[in-house]
């Protein structure tokens, strides 16, 4: 018999359909790509669906104080600053080192750890969602130790209910990840991407794994809309106008097959 999976919604409904409904409860998801491809802006919004659907949500930011991402999300009509008021959320800021209560002083991953352990107990039992944006942040200096803290780090968080979107940034030159990408334990992979097309700087996504899920295997062009989100516009399969050859040379093969078409009549 299959066995029923819980999923949680990610809050854009069209890569809910990509994923076959959500992610599965308590897996560990990595979120990698370029700077500007939309990472953090798809975790935002990961968490708003939690804010809204009840969820615990925690939000780790190495990148951006808790700040501006409360300013992006009020982009999108997110009210970050109310549901932290109302308990639902918690937003630990690891960039600017302050010594208060929901912040990091330095990027270590036992404090993180310890600090979403403490974050969950202070919000509460049930089902939560956290974002570490990014956790790549918190081995950068320490590659070695990458691999063996990530596992502790992924079994920590699934016996806390937490079901974790991590992302990991990816390096502009070489497209690799800085060291040892997150990717190797994930449950789940959603890779960002950018090029520019004709001086326009397009934005791609693509799942390239997900656990127990029969998920699209194509690549779907997204937009960031001011005012509501990251958007999926639809997959390169569909939109041929992006892969197939330049407008100009179809137009002139449209032209010589209608002067053809012509000529018979
Ligand atoms: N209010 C907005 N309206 C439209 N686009 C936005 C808005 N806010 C941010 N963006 C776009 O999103 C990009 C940042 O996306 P982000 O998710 O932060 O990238 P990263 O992958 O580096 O985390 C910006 O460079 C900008 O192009
Ligand atoms: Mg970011």
Known sequence: MVEEIERLSTGISELDRILSGGIPRGFFIAITGEPGTGKTICCITFINEGIRCNDRCIYVSTEESADSIIRQASQFNFDFKKAIEEK??????????????????SLDVEELVNKVVEAKKALG?????LVVDS????WLDKPAMARRYSYFVKKVFFKWDLTVLATSQYAISTSEAFGWGVE??????IRFRRSVKSGVLKRYLLVEKMRQTPHSLNMFEIAIVDGKGLVILGSLEERKEDIALPKEVIEKIKKAKEMKEAEIE
């Open 88 to 105: 639902k959320l918690i937003l630990i800021d690891a960039l600017m080192g302050k010594d208060e209560q929901w912040s990091l002083k």
């Open 125 to 129: 039992y049930g089902r939560a969602r």
């Open 135 to 138: 956790l790549s942040a918190f």
């Open 184 to 189: 190797h334990i994930a449950d789940g992979i």
